[in-house]
Structure formats: C-alpha cells, structure tokens
C-alpha cells in the first residue's frame, strides 16, 4: 500500500524559511516523478515544484530562486526547502509521485503553510 506523508508545515512570517518533506512507503520516490503542489480555498490545486527519477527538476516561475526540490533516496523522501516566503505562498502544500511508465497518481494528505506576521 503506497502512502505519501507531508510534515514540515507550519505558520512563519514573511521572508522566512519553511522545509517541507514527503515520506512515501510502498513506493520508491527515486522512481517517480514527485511533484509538490499547492491549493489555496476556491482555487485550483497548482503546480510548484517537481523532480524526475533522473534528477531534473522544474519549477513554477512564482517559486523560481525561492524554493528547492530535492531527493533523499536512502530515506525515501522529497523535500521542498522554501526561502523569502510570502503571504501568497500560504497554501496547503500536497505532494504527489507518480512511478515511471505509469499513469497512478499517489497523493499526501497535504500540510498547511501560512505566511503572516
């Protein structure tokens, strides 16, 4: 049973640092593309960052310089480090894995991120 498990959220003012990780089990995340994606209430649930089982990544041009994607293969975990936070970036943060040559989608349970001060 695949299961995605999001931490690292949490309430923090405008300009800090937040790191949010994705703890999969039942899935290896070094072969998946993982994505990290964001909803705010009313509105679609949106792209932010993803990385490939090769390494790549890609990132949302709203992140672009402020956030990080990375993969910790021996710990089965994606992180998303999160720099110069805005209140626009409050969300709840969701991450996803999709294995390679597959078309299942896993989803977390989400973990809220707000930016105030």
């Known amino acids: 049973q695949v299961q995605l498990v999001e931490s690292g959220g949490g309430l923090v003012q405008p300009g800090g640092s937040l790191t949010l990780s994705c703890a999969a089990s039942?899935?290896?995340?070094?072969?998946?593309?993982v994505d990290w994606y964001r909803q705010v209430p009313g509105k679609q649930r949106e792209q932010v960052a993803y990385?490939?089982?090769?390494?790549?990544?890609n990132y949302a041009d709203f992140v672009k310089g402020r956030f990080t994607i990375s993969r910790d293969n021996f710990n089965n975990t994606v992180s998303l480090q999160m720099n110069s936070l805005k209140p626009e970036d409050t969300a709840v943060y969701y991450c996803?894995?999709?294995?390679?040559?597959?078309?299942?989608?896993?989803w977390g349970q989400g973990t809220q991120v707000t930016v105030s001060s």
């Open positions: 996803k894995a999709r294995a390679v040559r597959t078309t299942v989608n896993y």
């Open positions: 990385i490939a089982s090769g390494g790549n990544t």
């Open positions: 039942g899935i290896t995340l070094s072969l998946c593309v």
